[in-house]
């Protein structure tokens, strides 16, 4: 069964189910899908060397559940219900744990985009503060003239 298979299914039954018992079922898929184990499958086994995949996982949601109830003048009364949530998880290999009869090691995973993006970051932010502090000087220097115009 797919993924959009499972969250289809998932949806329709959750009309019969109290909202309560949706956000719980939704909580429980989405960490399941949030573990190391749904990433990596077991460790590598190669000779005397084991390899042990090690990955960041990043899960990230939401919920909201309301109901209630109305009357009118004591006639007829209702009620309503409902909730909704959503999410994300994200994984990426980090490192991979090495042990082998000459020790146990840990290699780190080159992540060049993640290492370009803090890159980008910086430099947009060094760049803002300088032209901040520009600015900030070209203010000063203002001042400093009107106030000599004045004296």
Request: charged share 15%; aromatic share 6%.
């Amino acid at each position: 069964m797919s993924e959009e298979t499972e969250m289809a299914s998932a949806s329709t039954e959750a009309a019969t189910l109290s909202p309560t018992q949706v956000v719980n079922d939704t909580l429980e898929y989405f960490l399941s899908t949030a573990s190391v184990e749904a990433v990596y499958n077991e460790p590598i086994k190669h000779g005397n060397t084991l390899l042990i995949p090690a990955a960041e996982v990043v899960s990230i949601m939401g919920f909201g559940v309301g109901g209630g109830e109305t009357s009118q003048n004591g006639a007829d009364s209702g009620g309503g219900g409902g909730g909704g949530g959503g999410g994300s998880v994200y994984s990426r290999p980090v490192a991979v744990i090495i042990s082998s009869p000459e020790g146990v090691r840990v290699d780190p995973v080159f992540d060049l985009t993640k290492i370009a993006l803090a890159g980008m970051t910086t430099g947009l932010l060094m760049f803002g503060m300088v032209a901040r502090l520009w600015s900030l000087s070209r203010k000063i220097q203002d001042f400093q003239d009107e106030f000599l115009k004045i004296k």
